[in-house]
């Protein structure tokens, strides 16, 4: 259970109710006396939800997503992003990994490409995986399931999966949603197309930023099991310290763009931002 940004295992306290196939929260019967507690709690909850995480609920707290926005695009903060076929591939790979039990919620389409006839009847103006997308993805899954580290180390019985956390960072509110917590570190699992560049690559889609947040939420350090799209080779990437501080330097930076131009009170419009670095 994740207590003010801290995890506590549940041998720890006394339980009204345990975790039953890692989908209900074990409940303190002191702690339900503390309304602070309790709220968050409730909070963790429904964040547990990926409707409520990513929809409106969700949208009180920051997450590493935003560290994008802010400091490449910060002109689209707040307005959403649309759906892309790597989102929904990507998604696809977690929850058959994760949460297989959720694959049947992904309709897939048996066309060569997002072009055909038959794909624009049946998408209805959505983005859906075809066919041939699919068994890519879950040669790739399987290739992760048939290596014994991967195996263990992920689908060890101990595990819990898709847990949500929050915490403040600099003062702001942020979540983030664990793929997998161990009882010693957090797992989570990535795709790449190179992974001989994953090393540098991991810092360009801010794996960095992520690293240091959920690393302050769940009180456990972040490891990358990593598989690439192209060869299917495996590999497992321990963050360094250089590598947080990064991160970090990153959240503080996303922050200085929002506290500028997006807070309720707000002295600048965004039109006024400028990029500024040290070459």
Not at 78 to 88: A, L, Q, R
Not at 165 to 181: S, V
Not at 232 to 239: D, T, V
Not at 257 to 269: C, G, H, Q, S
């Amino acid at each position: 259970m994740l207590i003010k940004g801290k995890y506590i295992k549940p041998s720890t306290i006394k339980r009204e109710n345990v975790y039953k196939e890692h989908k209900e929260y074990i409940i303190d019967k002191d702690y339900m006396k503390l309304p602070e507690e309790r709220k968050e709690i409730e909070i963790l909850k429904r964040l547990k939800s990926d409707e409520d995480y990513y929809g409106d609920f969700g949208k009180q707290y920051m997450s590493n997503s935003d560290i994008w926005t802010l400091l490449k695009e910060p002109e689209k903060y707040g307005k959403g992003k649309e759906e892309t076929v790597p989102m929904v591939a990507g998604r696809y790979f977690h929850v058959s990994v994760l949460e297989p039990e959720k694959k049947h919620l992904f309709n897939i389409v048996e066309s060569s490409t997002r072009s055909t006839k038959h794909y624009k009847e049946v998408s209805e103006g959505k983005i859906l995986l075809l066919k041939k997308e699919q068994e890519h993805l879950d040669y790739l899954i399987n290739k992760m399931k048939s290596n014994f580290r991967f195996h263990s180390d992920i689908f060890n019985p101990l595990n819990q999966y898709e847990v949500p956390g929050i915490t403040e960072l600099f003062g702001l509110k942020w979540k983030g949603k664990a793929d997998i917590i161990t009882p010693d570190v957090l797992i989570d699992i990535k795709t790449t197309s190179n992974i001989d560049k994953f090393k540098w690559s991991s810092r360009d889609y801010n794996y960095d930023s992520q690293a240091y947040i959920y690393q302050q939420i769940f009180g456990k350090p972040v490891i990358f099991y990593v598989v690439c799209k192209v060869s299917g080779r495996l590999g497992i990437f321990k963050p360094t310290e250089q590598f947080l501080i990064g991160g970090r330097e990153k959240v503080q930076k996303a922050i200085e763009v929002y506290n500028n131009f997006f807070i309720k009170d707000a002295k600048m419009e965004i039109t006024q931002h400028i990029t500024e670095e040290d070459l």
